[in-house]
Each structure stands twice: as structure tokens, then as C-alpha cells.
């Protein structure tokens, strides 16, 4: 809540290389305030050794307001800042607004943070799901940004669920933070079941790009669709069974999608299944049982599709099916495939590797338009061996004290891609 620039520099006087700001956008989605509002912590402050003091115990107003543009520029001039968090003050009622203010963000961020010279990392949040929209668009912003790896993402009042925001932020970006909090005002709740979710979910890997991988396999797939961010099995483990979500052809008078989405589930060398992934659920159509490779560490290895090629003025539905090569027994398939195209070739991965992620191929939802859905995947390699954690990533856990009696607690799990 250093939402000023004498706040951030008393901050940094105080030995601080984490600040967080409060952001808003005018009508048509750009910065135009750093400010808190009404309601902040300032208003239950006592004593004299908190940031309140900097912003003369004020919520809002002019001692505790700034422009975005000088603001985030003299975040950079701050050479010992090296996280800045972005709580942007954005609501449902934006509408259409909040994937512009998103949008937006980054190039503005991009300008006049990074391009005055700041070196640190950024986390852009939200407050809930009924604001992901606003965070996913600058989620997908940033990929294009020449700082994209500085960035990351989160929804910061989900209470403890851990599990639902990283799943939220799967398929849209591999820099997932999560966070939680509570004010200081009063009875603070804890969030420390969530907050150890969070912790063991880092320690297996559960939430970061891998960087074991030996290789990257793609068969062939449809030509419609954008592939998603990849989704990894945790640590130590690979895949070595899947489902498969498929729409059956329902019919001269409707739009036949067929395979949708797939999920693999991931297990240890001995064969015990740890958890199942997908980074995308799909739109149509009903699951299908588990098949896996029997026995122990035996992962799959392969892969190949059924594809149906375009049908020009007719109903296309690209993915019809799946199968999967094992790597110590015979191919699997499941029981629900579609029936339309031809089974392309094979890819595998490379000896003593196997697969332990992947990337859906999908169509979004075309409303009116010829839906295909999913039209492929790739899958990531690894090596058969135990995987190692990058020791270049972080775990924070940021404290927030407004006076000597009451701590707000936020447990952040900050990922690098």
C-alpha cells in the first residue's frame, strides 16, 4: 500500500526490496491512479513505524495518491526493489474493459518500468475470479513483451483456494503466483492450509515448467487452433495413462466437434498414480474411462491422432482420436474415440524418456461458426531419471505490518518459467 512516492521511498529507507501499489484505469481501461480508496488499513494504524505515516494515515487523497507514470519510474530509479506487486482495484461491472485495462497494462509497465531500467519482477493481480478476465488478458499481454519472463499472475482473495487458482491460471500462463491475505483491522482469519498447499505444491513441482526436458514431440494435428501453455506432471513422475473427452456425431443437423480435450495422469516409477492433468477441460462431450500402461515404470512414449482432414463447406471435427505407445508393453486406446479421419504417424520420445507433459491443439468456441475443437497436442520428454528442481526458483512470503499489535499475511509462490 506504498501508493505514493514519498511512501516508497520511506519504504526503501526502511531496508523494504518489496513494494505493492494500488492501481486503477479510467473508463476506457488505462492507468490514470495509484491509490487505495476508502476502507484501507491506515484507518486502524497506531504508532509511528508503519507506511501509514509516509501517507499521514490517508486512504486516498493527495498524500497518498501518485500518478502511474512517475509512480512506476520511480519504482525503477530504486535499485534494491526487486518485486513489485500490483494490486489492481478492477470489478466485474468493467464489462468489456477489464481485457483492455489488461491488455494495456503490460506496454505501460513496459515503458515506464522497465524502460527506465527497473530489474526486478512484477506480480499483476486481481482480486477474484469474477476478475480473471482482466488478469488474463494481461497474462497473454505479456507473452509478447520483450520482459515476458518478469512477469507474473495471480487473484489474491481467493481465500485458501490454492488449488482452484492455480488451475484457473493453467492454461493461461506457466508464471502463476498464488497469493492470500486478509486486513489487519480486526480479527485477522489464517490461510495457513492453503498456504501449505502452496508450499509442498512448489517442493513437487506441481506449478512450474519442468527443465529436465530431453525433447519436445508433436504429431500431427488439425490446422485449426493455438496450442495452450504446458502442462507437467510434478517431479519424479511421468505419465502413464489418459483419458479422453469426445462428442459423438450427433447428426445431420448439428455440429460434430469429436475429441475435445485430453487428460493424463501422471504416477512414480512404481506405478503409483500421483494426480491427473490437462490444461485445457474442453467444450463437448463426455469422458472417458482412465487407460494406462500396466505393470511398473511403464510410461507412455508416444503418441499419434485419428484426424479427420477439412471437409470444406462441410462439418469439420479436425482430432477424432487418441492412442498412446507404452514403453515397456503394447499401444492403448481408449473406448469413446470418433470415427471420422485416419490415424497419422507416431511420434516418440527419445530412448530412456518419457512423457511427462503436454499441450493441447484447441479451437476456441466458434459461437455460430464450425466448431473443431481439439485438433492435436504435444507432448514434452523427459529423461527416465529422477527430475531436479531448478535452483533458480523462489518461494516469497511477504508480511504487510500496519502496527506492532496486527500482521496482514500473504504467502506468495513466485514461479519462473
Known amino acids: 500500500m506504498a501508493n505514493s512516492n514519498t511512501a516508497v521511498n520511506w519504504a526503501v529507507s526502511q531496508g523494504a526490496n518489496a513494494i505493492e501499489c494500488d492501481i486503477h484505469f479510467d473508463g476506457s481501461g488505462k492507468p490514470f491512479l495509484i491509490e487505495h480508496g476508502l476502507g484501507c488499513d491506515c484507518r486502524c494504524a497506531t504508532g509511528n513505524d508503519?507506511?501509514?505515516?509516509?501517507?499521514?494515515?490517508?486512504?486516498?487523497?493527495?498524500s497518498a495518491r501518485e500518478n502511474p507514470v512517475?509512480?512506476?519510474?520511480?519504482?525503477?530509479?530504486?535499485?534494491?526493489?526487486?518485486?513489485?506487486?500490483?494490486?489492481?482495484?478492477?470489478?466485474?461491472?468493467?464489462?468489456?474493459?477489464?481485457?483492455?485495462?489488461?491488455a494495456g497494462l503490460i506496454p505501460f509497465m513496459d515503458?515506464?518500468?522497465?524502460?527506465?531500467?527497473?530489474?526486478?519482477k512484477v506480480i499483476i493481480s486481481s482480486a477474484s475470479f469474477s476478475t480473471f478476465e482482466y488478469v488474463k488478458?494481461?497474462?497473454?499481454?505479456?507473452?509478447?513483451?520483450?520482459?515476458?519472463?518478469?512477469y507474473f499472475f495471480t487473484t489474491d482473495q481467493e481465500e485458501?483456494?490454492?488449488?482452484?487458482?492455480?488451475?484457473?491460471?493453467?492454461?493461461?500462463?506457466?508464471?502463476?503466483?498464488?497469493?492470500?491475505?486478509?486486513?489487519?483491522?480486526?480479527?485477522?482469519?489464517?490461510?495457513?492450509a492453503a498456504i501449505t498447499a502452496a508450499v509442498a505444491g512448489k517442493k513437487q513441482g506441481e506449478n512450474e515448467t519442468r527443465h529436465d526436458v530431453v525433447q519436445t514431440i508433436e504429431p500431427e494435428s488439425g490446422p485449426w487452433g493455438e496450442f495452450t501453455d504446458i502442462?507437467?506432471?510434478?517431479?519424479?513422475?511421468?505419465?502413464?495413462?489418459?483419458?479422453?473427452?469426445?462428442?459423438?456425431?450427433?447428426?445431420?443437423?448439428?455440429?460434430?466437434?469429436?475429441?475435445?480435450?485430453?487428460?493424463?495422469?501422471?504416477?512414480?516409477?512404481?506405478?503409483?498414480?500421483?494426480?491427473?492433468?490437462?490444461?485445457?477441460?474442453?467444450?463437448?462431450?463426455?469422458?472417458?474411462?482412465?487407460?494406462?500402461?500396466?505393470?511398473?515404470?511403464?510410461?507412455?512414449?508416444?503418441?499419434?491422432?485419428?484426424?479427420e482432414s477439412p471437409q470444406g463447406s462441410g462439418d469439420d471435427t479436425a482430432a477424432n482420436d487418441c492412442q498412446f505407445s507404452c514403453s515397456q508393453s503394447s499401444n492403448i486406446l481408449a473406448s469413446n474415440g470418433g470415427r471420422f479421419g485416419d490415424?497419422?504417424?507416431?511420434?516418440?520420445?527419445?530412448?530412456?524418456?518419457?512423457?511427462?507433459?503436454?499441450?493441447?491443439?484447441?479451437?476456441?468456441?466458434?459461437?455460430?461458426?464450425?466448431?473443431?475443437?481439439l485438433n492435436g497436442a504435444k507432448g514434452v520428454a523427459l529423461a527416465l531419471a529422477l527430475a531436479l528442481?531448478?535452483?533458480?526458483?523462489?518461494?516469497?512470503?511477504?508480511?504487510?505490518?500496519?502496527?506492532t499489535n496486527a500482521l496482514a499475511l500473504m504467502a506468495l509462490e513466485l514461479i519462473n518459467a
Not at 343 to 365: H, T, V
Open 389 to 403: 528442481i531448478n535452483a533458480n526458483t523462489n518461494a516469497f512470503a511477504l508480511a504487510l505490518t500496519v502496527n
Open 160 to 192: 485458501n483456494n490454492y488449488e482452484g487458482v492455480m488451475n484457473r491460471l493453467y492454461p493461461v500462463t506457466n508464471n502463476r503466483v498464488y497469493g492470500t491475505g486478509a486486513s489487519s483491522c480486526g480479527t485477522a482469519p489464517s490461510y495457513y
Open 50 to 62: 508503519h507506511v501509514c505515516v509516509a501517507l499521514q494515515n490517508q486512504c486516498a487523497g493527495p
Open 343 to 373: 490415424w497419422k504417424q507416431m511420434k516418440y520420445c527419445p530412448s530412456s524418456s518419457a512423457i511427462c507433459g503436454f499441450s493441447l491443439k484447441l479451437e476456441n468456441s466458434q459461437g455460430e461458426g464450425d466448431d473443431t475443437a
Open 231 to 307: 502442462m507437467y506432471c510434478a517431479a519424479g513422475t511421468w505419465a502413464i495413462g489418459f483419458r479422453q473427452r469426445v462428442e459423438q456425431p450427433c447428426g445431420n443437423d448439428c455440429d460434430d466437434t469429436a475429441l475435445n480435450s485430453l487428460e493424463l495422469l501422471c504416477a512414480k516409477k512404481d506405478g503409483t498414480s500421483v494426480k491427473s492433468i490437462t490444461p485445457h477441460a474442453g467444450y463437448w462431450g463426455d469422458w472417458s474411462n482412465i487407460v494406462r500402461c500396466p505393470g511398473n515404470n511403464n510410461f507412455l512414449r508416444g503418441v499419434s491422432f485419428k484426424i
Open 137 to 150: 488478458a494481461a497474462a497473454i499481454a505479456a507473452k509478447a513483451s520483450r520482459n515476458a519472463q518478469r
Open 70 to 102: 512517475t509512480y512506476m519510474q520511480n519504482i525503477a530509479r530504486r535499485d534494491s526493489i526487486a518485486l513489485y506487486f500490483v494490486d489492481s482495484k478492477v470489478d466485474a461491472s468493467m464489462g468489456e474493459t477489464l481485457v483492455k485495462a489488461g
Open 111 to 120: 515503458e515506464n518500468l522497465f524502460g527506465y531500467g527497473y530489474k526486478g
